[in-house]
């Protein structure tokens, strides 16, 4: 140690030779390997998020009725899991962006052409017998001999324009009170208003499952249970303070001069709040839109408890009851309303994915 | 084009009184500067006139009529910020375009007034970018013309030069001041650098704590400070004050005797860097630092009396640190304060000891 520590404390100079490439080696190994452990555990811990989904799709356009096999899920493991392997080799050893695209797309391309020999022949549309058949319990149940005891389902898309219809309508009443109401906390001081403040915090904590028998009681009294509307105010009223939090950071990041400049300028307060300080919160307000349209589109446990008739059905209960139904009998279909339901906010959130990312940048501020 | 009034105008923001009675008037045409160190009510008094601020009390007058109700839309008044304030989404023609669309003029009069302003203060060429893709000196520009694109009766300037860099601040006070001139429209500025206001006001209003201290032209200022507050924030580098004690006609300041006419009592001598002289007599002290600052140099004296300031016309240095000099200055030079009441005492004056 000594003997090495003594030529580093004496001159650079009588130093003669510095190996820079094997540095510059070491220090590429380093970081190659770095990034490939990283990789790895990346891989490793989003797998059992992705595969489920992965099954699910596989599933819903693979089963069969009254055939509870798994083959075509582990021939299509066998596909994918290598091709997720090779993906990450190919990017940890290409030397280049060129070879990297190289590798990546050999890959891409064999994986494909595996999926479609293993995969492809037992691949068919049939599970999604319910987007023209409203009778598709009956249906199915025949093909095993079992006739009788169907759910009455409505149609598919009937249960589809409910559930757009309610996380819409909620959206938009949502994204307008929201969005004023935090205006009026963001810029004006009013008595309480800091306690208002604490308890949208205290409301958001609160956990809604335990208001649900008085509000189910309330609903009942009003003459909203059952109806679509009534579930949409129980939503508004449980999105409201967060979206209001959330908001409310937005218009604190909006410099005050803009406004006072707008009111010299000739502006009223609300054509300068709509001309000048609306535009400033444009991804904030995306950001609530589309969590609330989501939060609404997945909502369950209140549709569920409020909603009866089966023309009031949203798709997370129109899930319920197939799955309630048919599940023993042919799971592909279940798994097909499951894709169905899953892919308009599957869109929603990657449309929206770079306002989304925002809010937690620009949203959260006291 | 307005005269303004400030009578007995108070303003609070819940108990805290920020302007507790200001009376002022500011002549049609005239450009005047509110200064005085942050916090001392000048970016109120200006939020006021803006009509952004409601006034506690009092009466705010445009050309004779009281405008305390008057919504800021209704007053016709051009501002720039100190951050220009410029809409973000909206590119420089639609900023400089915003107030004449709640005015009745036609789509192609306004682009017209647009044009001619934007030539006015020539940003022609940026007209469709974005505040973002402007320089500051750019954004300050397209500012200006959103503040005159209405032919505002009062023009309100917030600190507009402070986020400039030195050059720009220096070319862009002068194209302000032009401009003024040009358009003849009254102005406020407001700021806490006393450089911009000498240099561009007509008159000066200095504010300490709500209060004014002194209104004047900026010769007023610099020669007759009315009081301690005025000497100390006008004048860069800074004047020398020193206390003492007079008696039998001499004060005396840290060991050095000067001979006073016109005063008594405890006394506050300012003595502006540039009316030092180094002579043959005078208060004596050791150089104990040089700065050349091109056309003149400033050296730092240790005296009996603390550091003194003494600033030199020419570029050669001609002394050295360390050395031993004498400081002497022409009476009528002098200032002379009543301690207690921090105010000028008009016509006293002091002589450098023999």
């Known amino acids: 140690m000594a003997a090495q520590a003594i030529p580093m404390a004496s001159t650079a100079a009588s130093e003669p030779t510095v190996d820079w490439d094997a540095l510059a080696t070491r220090a590429r190994l380093a970081r190659r390997t770095k990034a490939t452990v990283l990789y790895a555990f990346l891989i490793a811990v989003s797998l059992p998020i992705i595969l489920p989904y992965f099954w699910l799709v596989t599933i819903a356009f693979s089963a069969k009725t009254g055939v509870a096999e798994t083959a075509v899920l582990w021939r299509s493991m066998a596909v994918v899991v290598p091709a997720v392997i090779a993906f990450w080799l190919s990017a940890a050893l290409a030397q280049g962006r060129r070879q990297l695209w190289i590798g990546l797309t050999a890959v891409a391309a064999v994986a494909a052409l595996a999926f479609a020999v293993l995969v492809g022949p037992d691949l068919h549309l049939g599970n999604f017998i319910f987007l023209w058949e409203p009778d598709f319990a009956s249906v199915v149940r025949s093909r095993v001999g079992e006739v009788k005891g169907a759910v009455q389902f409505p149609n598919v898309w009937h249960a589809f324009g409910n559930s757009i219809l309610i996380a819409g309508t909620q959206t938009v009443i949502v994204v307008t009170v929201a969005s004023l109401a935090a205006y009026y906390l963001s810029r004006f001081q009013f008595p309480g208003r800091s306690s208002m403040l604490r308890s949208l915090l205290v409301l958001h904590a609160f956990p809604v499952l335990t208001l649900i028998v008085p509000m189910f009681l309330m609903l009942y009294w009003i003459g909203l249970l059952d109806t679509l509307s009534g579930v949409i105010l129980v939503l508004v009223a449980f999105e409201l303070p967060f979206a209001i939090f959330i908001m409310k950071g937005f218009f604190d990041a909006v410099p005050w001069d803009i406004e006072m400049s707008a009111l010299t300028d000739g502006a009223s307060r609300r054509q300068a709040f709509v001309s000048v300080v609306l535009p400033q919160v444009r991804n904030g307000i995306l950001a609530i839109a589309v969590f609330t349209f989501i939060r609404g589109w997945e909502e369950y446990i209140f549709v569920f408890t409020f909603l009866i008739r089966n023309s009031n059905w949203t798709m997370s209960l129109y899930m319920y009851w197939v799955r309630d139904d048919v599940m023993g009998v042919d799971y592909g279909v279940v798994s097909a309303v499951g894709v169905f339901y899953l892919v308009p906010s599957l869109i929603l959130y990657m449309a929206a994915q770079r306002y989304l990312m925002q809010m937690s940048i620009g949203g959260v501020k006291g | ?354």
Do not use: W
């Open chain 2, 1 to 354: 084009m307005a005269k303004i009034e400030f009578r007995n105008v108070v303003k609070r923001f819940g108990t805290v009184e920020v302007i507790p009675d200001m009376n002022l008037v500011i002549e049609d045409g005239e450009f005047v500067a509110l200064l005085g160190p942050s916090g001392c009510g000048k970016s109120t008094s200006l939020f006021m006139l803006a009509g952004i601020y409601l006034p506690s009390g009092g009466e705010l007058l445009f050309d004779g009529h009281v405008v305390n109700e008057v919504e800021a839309r209704d007053r016709n008044v051009g501002i720039v910020f100190q951050s220009y304030a410029l809409y973000p989404h909206m590119s420089a023609r639609d900023n400089i375009l915003f107030p004449l669309r709640f005015k009745k003029t036609s789509r192609d009069q306004a682009l017209a007034r647009v044009k001619a302003t934007a030539e006015l203060v020539r940003v022609e060429e940026l007209l469709d970018r974005r505040p973002s893709e402007l320089s500051g000196g750019q954004q300050q520009r397209v500012a200006l013309a959103r503040a005159l694109v209405k032919e505002p009766q009062l023009l309100l300037l917030d600190e507009p030069l402070s986020n400039l860099d030195a050059s720009l601040r220096l070319s862009m006070r002068t194209e302000i001041k032009s401009l003024q001139e040009q358009l003849g429209v009254t102005t406020v500025l407001v700021t806490h650098d006393q450089i911009e206001a000498t240099t561009m006001a007509d008159r000066i209003i200095c504010m300490r704590a709500g209060q004014i201290e002194q209104v004047g032209t900026p010769d007023d200022l610099y020669l007759r400070p009315s009081s301690l507050f005025v000497a100390g924030f006008i004048g860069s580098p800074p004047i020398n004050l020193m206390a003492g004690e007079a008696a039998g006609g001499t004060v005396t300041v840290g060991g050095a005797i000067f001979p006073v006419e016109g005063a008594s009592g405890s006394l506050t001598i300012g003595l502006r860097p540039e009316h030092l002289r180094f002579a043959e007599t005078g208060f004596a002290g050791r150089i104990a630092q040089i700065e050349p600052m091109g056309r003149e140099i400033l050296y730092v004296v240790e005296t009996g009396m603390g550091a003194i300031r003494v600033l030199e016309q020419g570029s050669s240095v001609a002394h050295s640190t360390g050395e031993q000099v004498n400081i002497d200055f022409h009476p009528e030079n002098s200032l002379v304060f009543d301690t207690q009441r921090q105010k000028l005492i008009t016509g006293a004056h002091v002589r450098a000891p023999d």
